[in-house]
């Protein structure tokens, strides 16, 4: 647990295990406790109470020694002032005890890898937001450790080097690192992660594999509406079944119905864009989204937590 001195719980109660091989993500509204945690892990924030381990090692008693053992990608950019992506990653090898050789090659690796090649040895000023976001993951790449952790890793990448990104986050994995991944992308995670743990206010709402957290889902359909002008949709008519609370927008309604209800929902989305209410709608197969909104949506999300992110009774393996 990390309780701050005005009483509010960053973390409470928070029981979390990654292993060796394995890329679990957190997901959860800004303020739900996932950047405390990584900091507890790697052994910058003490924990009100509770113990976490990292590959038996005690953050809080030994905190260089975790440090050694524990890659961090923080959320922020990397200070790239005056350095380039080939410096940046190559020392930071060589700062966590690589050789001189061995952090050329790791670094000639990462920059290939990443497509970075073009920029590599621009300096860091003159670089765009995403590739120092690139950047900034091969910092923490170059030399892991046993766990390494990312906070919002695919933050301002471009949609060709995500995709190379997340195939280097897998490589860490199968590497034999234990990786703790902080993502706002649900899709993302859905697909690219082994595991997903859903913070709220500090605890665990929910955990388990994307298919695992879909059964969660309320209904087996989602109907979504885009209204033709702002607060012009309806609500559902009686007539239409629906599986749980709509989640609505000004422009966008998002309905949950079961597959026997979707010959009526249809109809109904038909007569509102006759009647020129809607623009378009769309039946979709409720995803992991759909869990999550169902899980933190009614949450006050921006104000719920003072601090940014905490964590508690956390057990790290790598």
Known sequence: MKRYRDGTRAN?????????????????????GKTTLINQVAGLVVPTSGTIRVDGCDPV?????????????????????????????????????????????????????????????????????????????????????????????????DPVRRRLLWQQIRELADRGCAVLLVTHNVVEAERSVDRIVVLGSGKVMAEGTAAQLRARAVGDLRLELTAAVPDSLPDPPAHLPVAGLPLRGSRRLAVPIGSGSASAALAWAQELRDAGLIDEFALVPVGLEDVYLQLVGGEDAPGAQKKDEEGDDDSLAA
Do not use: C, F
């Open 61 to 157: 008693a030994e905190p260089a020694r975790a440090r050694r053992m524990v890659s961090v990608m923080p959320q922020a950019h990397a200070p790239l002032a005056g350095v380039t992506p080939r410096q940046a990653i190559r020392t930071m090898a060589r700062i966590r005890g690589m050789s001189k050789q061995a952090a050329n090659e790791r670094t000639g690796e990462l920059i290939d890898a990443l497509d970075l090649g073009k920029w590599a040895d621009t300096s860091g000023e003159r670089l765009s937001g995403g590739i120092r976001r690139l950047t900034a993951y091969g910092m923490a790449a170059a030399e892991p450790g046993r766990v390494a952790m990312l906070d919002e890793p695919t933050n301002d990448v």
């Open 12 to 32: 409470d109660g928070i029981s979390l295990r990654v292993e060796a091989g394995e890329v679990v993500g957190l997901l959860g509204h800004n303020g739900a």
